[in-house]
């Protein structure tokens, strides 16, 4: 059946990511599958609820890469080429996910733990030698993450400003198609195509291997350069937004809560579990996991026709108490952590364990080197960008 005299909620939530939105407990407990219009004025069904976010996530009846289709309701105007939303399904049917796995697995890397602790404690003898205040986002989250995904792909460090300046752009949310967002797509790819193409060619990360790759009578003939630099650029883009992102937003909860920092020290055993709960309690995912109905489907009370659009709020999942209890409490302690930061069903995050090891890393040596940690003024007044696919502090001045 479906609910009728459905009340329609104003979407995009608050921008806000210290502070949950008021609206998520209301649409988990009155309105589960709630109708909202998105930024481009399409209808769609906001789903709030643990259970019936995860059965959305994990049926294959609700489509990721149908979004893309012309026509179809939008969640917001496309600023990537159609074919990137569709990338895991390209590495699939390319042969490439091999490389890819591989790439995006810390245990292939023998030496990444190592290298992302000297990462981090070089960003940090940097600020320290400063001294407060400093801002975390431009001195360590965003180096640290960049860094990260540069050595993943085998290209310089020193280019990551120029390719986090392109997310900045690729990953606006808009009603309507903008000018900057095509060349600033066709830019970025340039430069993967040139590092791909490079005398010497590239021997490290996974433009390393797709070159090697390129090389091999399996693949060659079926894959050109274009898909391989897409592939290239998507993982940069997607991995390096969501690691620092989700870093931020894990900062700033335990600058507002120095016993749990003070705890992390004492029982550094425990960065696992604090970096899983931190990632349920996040609010970096700011606008909802868009799907496409690929058939009539039954999502709690509502019967969503093939064709709709289908928004996943994770902050009502992940907050819903019926599965956490507490939900608003930080609890390094839970016995169990079903959180859907990372999605789930198909379209799991397959560089999960690496935002794991990337997190408890940087996190552990941030309360060692600076066990005084806070902000450097109230949280309300951090400004968080708008109009941004992940809800970004653009500043995040600390003292310690």
């Not at 489509?63 to 074919?83: C, F, H, M, W």
């Not at 956490?324 to 839970?334: M, N, T, V």
Request: net charge negative; aromatic share 6%.
């Amino acid at each position: 059946m479906t609910t009728s005299a459905q009340r329609e909620f104003t979407f995009p939530l608050s921008r806000r990511g210290d502070v949950l939105p008021a609206e998520a407990a209301l649409l988990r407990e009155q309105h589960p599958v709630a109708k909202v219009t998105t930024l481009t004025g399409d209808p769609a069904w906001l789903v709030s609820s643990h259970q019936l976010a995860k059965q959305v996530l994990e049926d294959e009846r609700f489509s990721l890469k149908d979004t893309a289709n012309p026509g179809v309701p939008r969640q917001y105007a496309l600023t990537i080429p159609p074919e990137v939303v569709n990338n895991m399904g390209n590495i699939n049917s390319a042969g490439l996910r091999d490389a890819v796995m591989k790439t995006l697995s810390p245990r292939a890397d023998k030496e990444l733990g190592g290298w992302l602790e000297a990462e981090a404690h070089r960003l940090l003898d940097v600020l320290v030698q400063q001294g407060p205040p400093a801002d975390l986002r431009d001195g360590f989250t965003e180096p640290y993450s960049a860094a990260l995904h540069c050595r993943l792909l085998g290209i310089p460090a020193d280019d990551w400003r120029r390719l986090m300046g392109g997310i900045d752009i690729a990953f606006q949310t808009s009603p309507v198609p903008f000018e900057g967002s095509t060349p600033n797509w066709y830019k970025d790819l340039g430069y993967m195509l040139e590092r791909l193409n490079a005398d010497p060619e590239p021997t490290e990360g996974l433009l390393g291997r797709f070159a090697a790759l390129r090389r091999s009578p399996e693949v060659s003939d079926r894959v050109d350069e274009e898909l391989l630099a897409t592939v290239a650029l998507s993982l940069f883009g997607a991995g390096a937004v969501s690691t620092s992102s989700f870093l931020l937003h894990a900062i700033i909860a335990l600058a507002q809560r120095p016993e749990l920092a003070d705890r992390l020290r004492a029982e550094p055993a425990l960065i696992g579990r604090a970096v899983d709960e931190l990632l349920r309690y996040n609010l970096s995912i700011g606008d909802a996991l868009p799907r496409i109905a690929l058939a009539d489907v039954q999502v709690g009370e509502v019967l969503v026709r093939q064709g709709e659009l289908v928004l996943v709020l994770i902050e009502g999942a992940n907050y819903d108490p019926a599965v956490f209890p507490d939900p608003e409490r930080i609890d390094f302690d839970r016995p169990e952590n079903p959180h859907l930061a990372f999605g789930a069903g198909r379209h799991f995050c397959p560089a999960s364990a690496l935002g794991r090891t990337h997190a408890e890393i940087a996190l552990q040596v941030l309360v060692e080197r600076l066990p005084g940690l806070r902000l450097a003024f109230p949280a309300e007044q951090l400004a968080w960008r708008p109009g941004f696919i992940k809800r970004l502090p653009e500043r995040l001045p600390v003292v310690w």
